[in-house]
């Protein structure tokens, strides 16, 4: 742990798919820490478990065995209703600014809804909605818009205030930028890093790009395979990964420069020749 005070802990988690009789194990007793207002990137290739573990956190795959607490409080197998409230404390941005917005809402309903779930009065929400819309640099205007008049950097930004209107303390962000151009990303990340120094917020910042989880993550824990194989601070693991895969992943990050692009890609076949089988 850093210098930030523990806020969510993850110990041991298992992870099962499949039956009881026939279990595929996608987690292997993974253990993991987020501190208040640190940003940890989680990062594999797809179907390394990182998005399983988000998912564990949030409730909406099983734990098989380990746990997980949140300020204190062990959460792994609370029941619905405590997970409603609980939905206070721990929100999510999801990878894809198309599908997880309601095409049928307005964006004042869309973000009003966990706010009405939670019973606050309809003056108030719309007061806390604007708000939220103001924060992530979209005009008060867009509340009576629908999604599809949006692009998609604008509906991932619609999609981190629907995250900010119950004002959590940790926000799982699955891939929040993977389906956004260059120029969008970057746009889309340097207000996660405002909205964090201006709230304190946390976040778990599930990615498989170590150029972006450099620019965002305090520390970064690099997931193979459903085990957790190495973990430190961002900037180090990000530039100097010590575990072969955690190299791969980075010979494998793409750059600006084509002699350097190069490069990477002859160093990233090195490594899977050297490490294949």
């Known amino acids: 742990m850093t210098g930030f005070p523990p806020l969510l802990t993850a110990e041991n988690v298992v992870v099962d798919y499949g039956t009881r009789r026939h279990p595929n194990r996608v987690l292997h007793e993974v253990s993991l820490d987020v501190g208040a207002g640190e940003c940890v990137g989680l990062v594999g290739e797809s179907g390394s478990g990182k998005s399983t573990l988000g998912k564990a956190i949030l409730g909406l795959v099983p734990v098989a065995s380990g746990r997980i607490t949140f300020d204190g409080r062990d959460i792994t197998h609370l029941s619905r209703t405590e997970r409603r409230a609980l939905a206070s404390d721990i929100q999510v941005v999801f990878q ?5 917005l309601n095409p049928m809402l307005t964006i004042g309903d869309i973000l009003a809804e966990p706010l009405s779930t939670a019973g606050v009065d309809r003056a108030a929400a719309r007061r806390t909605v604007s708000e939220m819309l103001e924060r992530v640099n979209l005009p008060a205007n867009v509340i009576d818009r629908f999604p599809s008049e949006f692009s998609g ?17 940790l926000i799982i962000c699955d891939e929040p930028v993977s389906a956004l151009d260059l120029t969008t990303q970057s746009t889309v990340l340097d207000l996660l890093i405002d909205l964090q120094r201006d709230t304190g917020v946390s976040y778990l910042f599930v990615s498989h790009d170590l150029g972006v989880v450099r620019r965002i993550c305090h520390r970064v824990a690099v997931l193979y395979r459903g085990n957790l194989v190495e973990v430190g601070d961002g900037e180090r693991v990000t530039r100097d990964p010590q575990h072969p895969y955690s190299q791969r992943l980075l010979a494998a990050s793409p750059v600006a420069d084509p002699a350097l692009q190069a490069g990477r890609r002859e160093a990233w076949l090195a490594l899977r020749e050297e490490h294949s089988g």
């Open 153 to 169: 950097g604008q509906r991932q930004r619609i999609a981190i205030a629907r995250a900010l209107v119950r004002r959590p303390r």
């Open 96 to 100: 894809d600014p198309y599908g997880s």
